[in-house]
Each structure stands twice: as C-alpha cells, then as structure tokens.
C-alpha cells in the first residue's frame, strides 16, 4: 500500500464538498475518480498532492511520503503563454534531480527524448507552446510526467481535450505506468475508459464517497444515487456496460 485515507473531508475553511472519505492506493493499481462537477475531484487531487489541506481526517503515507509525485493539472489552470518549446517543458519533469541551476546530462537527454517519442510529440519538439493545440499541450505534458518517473501519479482531466484516438493512447501509457508499479489517480468523466483502464474507482457526490473495485462502485444504482447520472442515463450506461462485457468475454453484442 502507498496511501492510505480514512475519515477524510475535502474543502476549504468554511466549505466542505465531502465528508468521511475512506480509500486505498496501492503500486500498480489505476483509481479512477469520478463525480458531478463540484463534487471534490480536483480538491482530492490537490490535498493528496499536499496543496490543501484536510478539512477534516488524515492521509497516511505508508512509507516516507514520496520525493516526487508526477501531476498533471488540467489545462484550464496552465498557461500556454509561458515562452518554452515542447522539449523545454518535457525537461521540466527533470528538475529535481538536476537541481535548480543544473543543466541536462546526457542521462537526462535521453529520458526526454524517449518520453516525446512515446507521447507522439517528438516532431513537435521545438515548438512553442502557444503554437500547440489542446491534444498537443496534453501530450506534451504526459511527456514530463514521464520524464519525472514518480512512484505515484496524479491526473486532472487528462482526456479533456484530446480526440479518442489520443486517449487511447494515453491511456496505454497509464497503463504502462501501472504495469510498472505506479499507483495513479487519474480523475476522468468518460465511464468507458474507467471501464477498461482503472482498477478501482472513487465515486464523489452528495457530499459523500464510495470506494471499491470498479465493478462494485461503478453500477448505475450508485451513480444515481451520488448525483452523477439521471435514471434514464444510468439505464443507458446500464446497457452499454452489458454489450462491453459481452464484447470482452467474447460473447455475442446485446
């Protein structure tokens, strides 16, 4: 186990989203977190990142907390006008070990080079970022996260502006992290790739969590009853999760 969360409550002084959360993040596991806009996601993220701090309860690291945990913020808080290229900001992910006036090593070098050509922005490298468009700024920075290669791995809306295509393959990179033995929290609204990709879920509403595998957090009960589908949305997700199960076991389309 990395992480360990009990009677935790998200907020602010004199605001609190949600009370008496209780989770688990162990290497190698991907959790989803998923909720209603307002319901905790991104104040979770920045009080396991250390930004907030609790309301209320206690995150336990169960070892030393980790030197370097890799995040990616969403994209509405990053500002594109900071005057780098693609490769300056993939390089950021090494700054801590290099230290502040240090300059990249040719061990470093080959890390950022490496992390560009799996995020597919290899030939986008000396662009400006201003230039890029919302899939490239994305790929671009899933290009530091791997160059910081952080135990734990903490992601805000990866997904929201990038094409399918694009999620597909940034999601086998979070995978891949994974098979590594990465714990990430990746924070995510599409429920197919929660479905496919994540392990675990954390769903938030009602100014409450539930915690568990995906397939007991993630039915359209819950999601009705935590505020993030209508019954008529949970009967279609209802639907798809069955043709998504026939399909993985082989079975004929329903």
């Avoid at 980790?66 to 693609?86: C, H, K, M, N, S």
């Avoid at 993030?228 to 199960?245: D, G, L, T, V």
Wanted: aromatic share 8%; charged share 20%; with cysteine.
């Amino acid at each position: 186990m990395v992480l360990s969360c009990a009677g935790l409550s998200l907020g602010y002084p004199g605001h609190v989203v949600a009370r008496d959360l209780s989770f688990s993040l162990h290497p190698g596991e991907v959790t989803a977190v998923i909720g209603h806009n307002g319901s905790g996601k991104t104040t979770l993220i920045k009080t396991v990142l250390g930004v907030n701090a609790p309301a209320a309860g206690s995150l336990y690291w169960t070892d030393p907390r980790p030197r370097e945990i890799g995040y990616l913020a969403q994209l509405t808080e990053f500002d594109r006008r900071f005057p780098i290229r693609v490769r300056e900001l993939a390089a950021m992910g090494a700054w801590r070990g290099l230290g502040f006036w240090g300059g990249v090593d040719e061990a470093a070098r080959v890390r950022i080079t490496a992390a560009l050509k799996a995020t597919g922005v290899e030939a986008i490298a000396e662009k400006p970022l201003h230039q890029l468009s919302g899939g490239q700024l994305q790929r671009a920075l899933f290009a530091r996260v791997i160059v910081q290669n952080a135990p734990v791995v903490l992601l805000d809306e990866p997904f929201a502006a990038v094409d399918q295509t694009t999620e597909a393959q940034l999601l086998e990179l979070i995978s891949q992290w994974a098979a590594e033995g990465r714990a990430v929290i990746l924070v995510v609204h599409d429920l197919s790739s929660v479905l496919e990709s994540c392990s675990h879920a954390l769903l938030l509403g009602d100014g409450s969590g539930l915690f568990g595998t995906v397939e007991e957090v993630v039915t359209p009960e819950n999601l009705v009853q935590y505020g993030y589908y209508s019954a008529s949305q949970a009967a279609w997700f209802e639907r798809a999760s069955a043709r998504h199960s026939a399909k993985a076991k082989g079975g004929v389309d329903v």
